[in-house]
């Protein structure tokens, strides 16, 4: 049972256009999400997050957004950079009782030049 | 600051044996995650410990064990391997308990199980 999910495995865009990754959820106890960046051969790095009392955060370049009637949240890369190529995963937990991490399966982004 | 060391970097082993994997945290941290990442799972939470008790656990069968000394330094075993265990291991260490947005991951074990 997948509890988060997201649904494209790969996305392609150009240098300086906006990069949008999705990602569903299923639990509605979750109460706190994460986006996670992975180089190849190194281990994921944060990015950033949001609570499900808000529904947007922004850090620089980076912007997620949270939906929760739908169960849905994004990150919005603008503009987007080559170094931006990289496997992304969004996370998500509840921040009371059992607070396990649970990811979904990663998005594969390329930022032509 | 030293990053997150794992070790070893590779391992391979046959069905049925069991294997340990280590892990030393950055300097100050006390919390250790371990994850494991396969093609068809994805990233999944294995176990969280915090001073030297396990805090937090995914859904993984009794076969995947951790501990934890008193210098924060993690060990992850996996008794009887099945094939499916095959995977890249990864730790994590936090100052504190459950920090997931400070988390800082290791380069991870490459565990091969034939």
């Known amino acids: 049972d997948q509890q988060v999910k997201q649904n494209s495995p790969s996305l392609s865009v150009q240098e300086g256009r906006i990069s949008i990754l999705n990602c569903d959820y299923t639990n509605s106890m979750f109460d706190y999400f994460l986006w996670y960046k992975k180089y190849p051969a190194e281990g994921p790095t944060f990015l950033i997050s949001i609570s499900s009392i808000k529904d947007k955060n922004e850090d620089g370049r980076f912007t997620v957004f949270l939906n929760k009637s739908a169960k849905h949240l994004s990150l919005h890369i603008v503009p987007s950079q080559p170094g931006d190529s990289a496997v992304y995963f969004c996370?998500?937990?509840?921040?009371?009782?059992?607070?396990?991490?649970?990811f979904g399966s990663g998005t594969r982004l390329q930022v032509q030049p | 600051k030293a990053g997150v060391t794992q070790t070893p970097r590779y391992l391979i082993k046959t069905r049925g044996q069991q294997v340990t994997l280590s892990c030393s945290p950055i300097?100050?941290?006390?919390?250790v995650s371990w994850y494991q990442q396969t093609p068809g799972q994805g990233l999944q939470f294995l176990f969280e410990?915090?001073?030297?008790?396990?805090?937090n656990k995914g859904n993984f069968p009794g076969r995947f064990s951790g501990r934890q000394f008193s210098n924060s330094r993690s060990e992850m075993n996996v008794s009887t391997l099945e094939l499916g265990d095959s995977a890249l291991y990864l730790c994590a260490s936090s100052l504190s308990e459950s920090s997931w947005g400070e988390q800082y991951f290791g380069p991870g074990t490459r565990l091969t199980v034939t």
């Open positions: 300097s100050g941290h006390r919390s």
């Open positions: 996370a998500a937990f509840r921040g009371t009782g059992r607070r396990a991490l649970t």
């Open positions: 410990y915090f001073s030297e008790t396990q805090r």
